[in-house]
């Protein structure tokens, strides 16, 4: 199992990012996705799930409105659109799923909301 985010970076207040997480290694569209973050000296916490055809999605309190998850299982990937970025979004995103009990996680990809 490989998992491969890409697209955090700077981004002022208020601003967008889109994530993406390329998935490969198993059969990606047989499974629920997740996103988690970590800020620094905080624990991980989950950011959004989404199921294995799309159709239902969760997200923390924190980001609802803001942020959208979405998946296209043609291309093993799936996405974390994020809006009205605020300071407190700042962290380390990392893309996740669990297989036979087993949690997978990519290296991770960095977001810093700052002016």
């Known amino acids: 199992v490989q998992l491969a985010e890409s697209g955090g970076g700077l981004v002022q207040p208020g601003g967008s990012l889109r994530l993406s997480c390329a998935a490969s290694?198993?059969?990606?569209?047989?499974?629920?996705m997740s996103w988690y973050r970590q800020a620094p000296g905080k624990e991980r916490e989950l950011v959004a799930t989404i199921t294995v055809a799309g159709g239902s999605t969760n997200y923390a309190d924190s980001v609802k409105g803001r942020f959208t998850v979405s998946r296209d299982n043609a291309k093993n990937t799936v996405y974390l659109q994020m809006n009205s970025l605020k300071p407190e979004d700042t962290a380390v995103y990392y893309c996740n799923v669990i297989r036979y009990h087993i949690n997978y996680w990519g290296q991770g990809t960095q977001v810093t909301v700052s002016s």
């Open positions: 290694g198993f059969t990606f569209n047989s499974y629920r």
